[in-house]
Every structure is written in C-alpha cells, then in structure tokens.
C-alpha cells in the first residue's frame, strides 16, 4: 500500500522555466512526496502546454487581460477541483485565493510562497487601485494559510511585520550546483574579441534591472560586450536604445534559455550584473536568484548598494558593489575591468561560496520546517 504524502504546488508562470518550482519539486520527490504542479505559460512561441504531474497550460495574453485571467481562474479551479493532496502551495499571490479556498475546503494544510513583496513590485507604483486591490487580497488570504515562506530574510521580516503574521520561513531562491556540460563559445558566435570583457545580464528584461543602465555606459565601456539572456516587455525599448547610442553591435540578446542550459551559457561571462534599481520597496529588498546563479557559474558579481545583494557580495567577497543611483556607472565598471582581480583569480572564493549558497545546502536548513 502506497502512504506517500502529496503536494499540489499552483503557480502562475512556466514550471519548467522557474528555478525555485523545479528545485523544490526535486526536493520534495527526493523527500518521498508525491508532487503535481499546476503552472501557465503565455509567453513561449508556439507552446502547446504539457501535462503530467508538472503540467502547464498555455494561455493567451495578446488580446484581453480580462480574457486572460478569466482563462487563467477557470484553468485553475479546474485542475485544483481534481485534486486531492495532503499540502497545497500557492507559489505566488495570483494563486493564493483559489489554493486557499480548496486547501480549506478539503481540510488540507496550505503553505504561500511569497516570492515577491507583491503589492510594491515595480511594474505596479504606478498602478495605485491594483496595488490596493494586490494589497487587499493578500491581507485576507495570508491570514488564512498554515505557513509563509519568504526568500529572503528582509523579505520575512517585513512580511511578518506587515501582515501580523508569525513565523515565515525563509528559504532562499539559491540555484542547486551544476557544472558546464557544453562549451558554447560565446565569444565565437557573438564575435567577441579576446580583448573584450564579457558583461552578462540573465532574467526578465524589466524596468529598474539596470540594463538601460548598462547599455547608457556601453560607449564609454570600449572594450566590454553586454549579454542579456531572457526575454520581457522592454527589449525592443532596450534594442532601440543601443541602436541610439550607436553600441548594438556590442548588445546582444540571445533570448531565454532553459535551466539545464543557461550554466553553460553563463561561466562564459567575465563579469555578472545584478543592477536592481531602487525604483520600489521589492526591487530595494531584491535577492535575485540570478546573483547566486552567476557565483554558481564561477562568475564575479556586480550588484547595486541595495542591503542583501550588498550583504551577500561584502560577507562572501564574490564581487564588487556599485552606487548606480548616485554614481557614475561607467567609470565605476571601467575601473573593476581595468584594476580587480579577474574571474579565474577569484576562483577559489567563487567556488567555497557556490558550496555554500546552493540548493541543496538551503533545504536542508528548512526541511524539518516543511510540511509537518
């Protein structure tokens, strides 16, 4: 007789596409849990979804909003209502109402994943009623769910502060060790000179990430190339804008590319940048899984002065922190390329880091926490 335990984790994004969904459902399948995934995908061309126990259902975001989360809502109801596990996760505040009320009502145990500070994301400071309708429903529901896990420790406390709750655990987006399987050549297919210094951006091309930053210092930057892998709603603005500065032979954006992947891809960067802008309260609390991905790859750091990407860069010695609000951007990175130490001199301290600000090492910190 089979008594494994299960877990429904509900998010709204692309599972296979998500580091935090694929590394806490190995995890958790390593543990002896059944998992079920129920995710969306509205931005990969020519998807036609998947199913199984990870399963994700394409919607449609080109023409309606309403049409879109209308689609999104009953998808999800759908799948919950066939469900039947012993723990349910809403991975992120657009899943948490429906999660919460079928958690409830099966009488199962139900966990929020509060990977964001959701109601002062960036892309929402100028959006007052979704922020206070954001706000609303997150008060309500976060009440109602049995734990609250945050990625970040300033994100719990803030969390724990502002909603009244107790407890949150903190379990970091940390990406779990992986080694380059495949020499891609950047350089080659990019036709980068030897010479030239290797700047990588990964993640969702938004607003307030510093890559307009980056591409506005491109032309005093003579001997730096700028990669940006991941796609969003402002590359064709960032296009234009290195096509004005006269450097889109030295900006290349290659797209998104999947997590088994994107290693091999990234130890190929000199120099990995993290320029959050501090343009709302969740991108000043930022820790992005990107930061630790580059160390992961062997690859130095270069983050903004915001307190926990600062923390990690001073505590561990991984990189180089910059003012990008006050200071000039591209003198401050001429001077890393021309005076720090490089990539493979910084090895060994890239490397006793990644053994440490991994995965695997953050779970088993929290494991006892989960799902008792």
Known sequence: MNFKKSVCIAFLGNAFNDTRVTNLVDSLTKEGFEVRVISFDW????FTGKDGNIAVFKLDK?????????NFIKILFT??????CDYYVASDVYTLPLVTFFAKFKKKKIYYDCRELYPFLAGLRNRKYLQIAIRFIERVFI???????ATAPMDAQFI???YKITDPIVLRNLPKIKKCTESINLRGKLNIPENSKILLYQGVIFEGRGIGKTISALPKLEDAHFIVIGSGNKRKEYEKLAIDLGVEDRVHFIGTKSQEELINYTTEADYGLSLIENISLSYYYALPNKMFE????????????LPQMKDIVDDYKVGWVL???????ASAIEKIMKEAPDKNTMKNVLEKASAELNWDVEFEKIKGKLFT
Do not use: W
Request: charged share 20%; glycine share 4%; hydrophobic share 30%.
């Open 43 to 46: 931005t990969s061309e020519n």
């Open 62 to 70: 080109t023409n309606s909003h309403i049409k879109y989360y209308l």
């Open 79 to 84: 799948q919950l209502r066939k469900t039947n």
């Open 143 to 149: 009440s109602k769910v049995d734990k609250v896990i």
């Open 160 to 162: 724990q502060h502002y």
């Open 294 to 305: 580059y160390i992961a790859a062997g690859v130095p750091v270069i983050c903004s002065a």
């Open 323 to 329: 003012d990008i609000e006050n200071g000039n951007v």
